[in-house]
Nanobody, 126 residues
């Protein structure tokens, strides 16, 4: 059974940085995609970033381009989200997700992702 465990969330002031981690267990991802989404109460889940294990290509949501960077560590079967220049509107619960299907370009649609972590809360104060 695949498990995704996020960590690294917390409280940070606007303009600060945080690094989220997602450790995958239960299988080794050498294909498919892994990504990050976020959600606040009463809103739809928003795509943040993803990459394809197959091609190495990345994709970012418009609201985080230039500020957030997704990366991976194959040996640790982990993916990371470096978040810089954080804004109060970045406050949300952040979820790691994994898709089994092989894609050259990772998907931004949450319905394509098969596995989800429990999430980690990020709060940005003004």
């Amino acid at each position: 059974q695949v498990q995704l465990v996020e960590s690294g969330g917390g409280l940070v002031q606007a303009g600060g940085s945080l690094r989220l981690s997602c450790a995958a267990s239960g299988r080794t991802f050498s294909s498919g995609s892994m990504g990050w989404f976020r959600q606040t109460s009463g809103k739809e889940r928003e795509f943040i970033a993803a990459f394809s294990w197959f091609s190495g290509n990345t994709r970012y949501g418009n609201s985080v381009k230039g500020r957030f960077t997704i990366s991976r560590d194959n040996a640790k079967n982990s993916v990371y989200l470096q978040m810089n220049s954080l804004k109060p509107e970045d406050t949300a619960r952040y979820y790691c997700a994994a898709e089994s299907s092989t894609r050259i370009n990772p998907s931004s649609y949450d319905t394509n992702y098969d596995y989800w972590g429990q999430g980690t809360q990020v709060t940005v104060s003004s």
